[in-house]
């Protein structure tokens, strides 16, 4: 079979971008590389390949779950099933945490329910010189963040187990300047109602409990024993959350609040300080 001709099959049931992410992927070749090719043939194997990869998705299995890995802060990083598919919406948490760094000198910073690792590995990276720790309770999650710190090079970045609900060991206490999450924040009853890609993930990425606020509350008031005077705190939110986490966050004895917004317009990151 010809390159076009399976691309053109493809696109009639995916969208384009879909289609010549899966067919890339199928043939072991950039998306430029592709577009060189389009008169070539193409194997067996690779159109087999892709029209396995076409099912899935057809099937609702996000794209990210099968190319095993996804774009993001412009690095690739390795996704798999178990967990949470790196999203644009989290850059705006790396913005605000670099800003912080930035601002403060931040030389120390733990990452809550860190999934794949994009936001640790990447605030490790864009500032090497800082100590960054990565923690989630996911044991895939764990498994996947140390791939992505290895593949990338992130050496300055560890990853380690933590429940955000409980209290931090004694160990983590002081420890840290900065404390970034993007937690569970979808309440427990709307889960059933997402659609059909996002109910590909874990569960236990999703759930933020009966009104979606459960891990906010844990870390503003659990988890803010790690961080040293004067550390802050940014935290990613879902749509119209903004007001009830402000309001955790300034009950738990943090100030100079703000939000950031994505880029269609919604507050997506709270920032706080922790009085001293």
């Known amino acids: 079979m010809v390159t076009g001709e399976l691309l053109k099959e493809l696109t009639r049931l995916l969208t384009p971008l879909e289609a010549r992410e899966i067919l890339s992927a199928a043939a072991g070749i950039d998306r430029e590389t592709l577009f060189c090719k389009m008169q070539d043939a193409l194997s067996e194997e690779a159109a087999s390949k892709a029209r396995a990869m076409l099912e899935r998705r057809l099937a609702g299995e996000p794209l990210q779950y099968i190319l095993g890995e996804w774009d993001f802060y412009s690095r690739i990083f390795k996704v798999e099933k178990g967990v949470l598919i790196p999203r644009e919406d989290t850059e705006v948490l790396v913005d605000e945490a670099l800003a912080l760094v930035d601002k403060s000198g931040a030389g120390s910073l733990l990452d ?13 990276l864009e500032r090497p010189a800082m100590q960054v720790t990565a923690a989630d309770i996911s044991e895939t999650a764990l498994s996947l963040a140390r791939a992505n710190a290895a593949s990338l090079g992130a050496v300055n970045c560890r990853v380690i187990y933590a429940d955000v609900l409980s209290d931090p060991p004694e160990e983590l206490w002081g420890c840290f300047d900065l404390v970034t999450a993007n937690p569970p924040y979808i309440k427990s009853g709307d889960i059933p109602h997402l659609q059909r890609e996002v109910t590909f993930e874990p569960s236990l990425a999703l759930d933020g409990g009966a009104d979606g606020l459960i891990f906010y509350r844990a870390i503003a008031s659990r988890w803010k024993k790690v961080l040293k ?15 009830d986490v402000l309001e955790i966050l300034a009950q738990n004895g943090f100030s100079s609040l703000s939000a950031a917004r994505d880029t269609a317009g919604i507050n997506r990151v709270i920032v706080g300080t922790l009085n001293v």
């Not at 005077?229 to 007001?243: K, P, T, V, Y």
Request: contains cysteine; proline residues 0%; hydrophobic residues 40%.
């Open 229 to 243: 005077r004067g550390g802050s705190l940014a935290l990613e939110i879902g749509i119209g959350q903004d007001r």
């Open 112 to 124: 809550l329910c860190t999934g794949s690792g994009c936001v640790a590995v990447t605030l490790a």
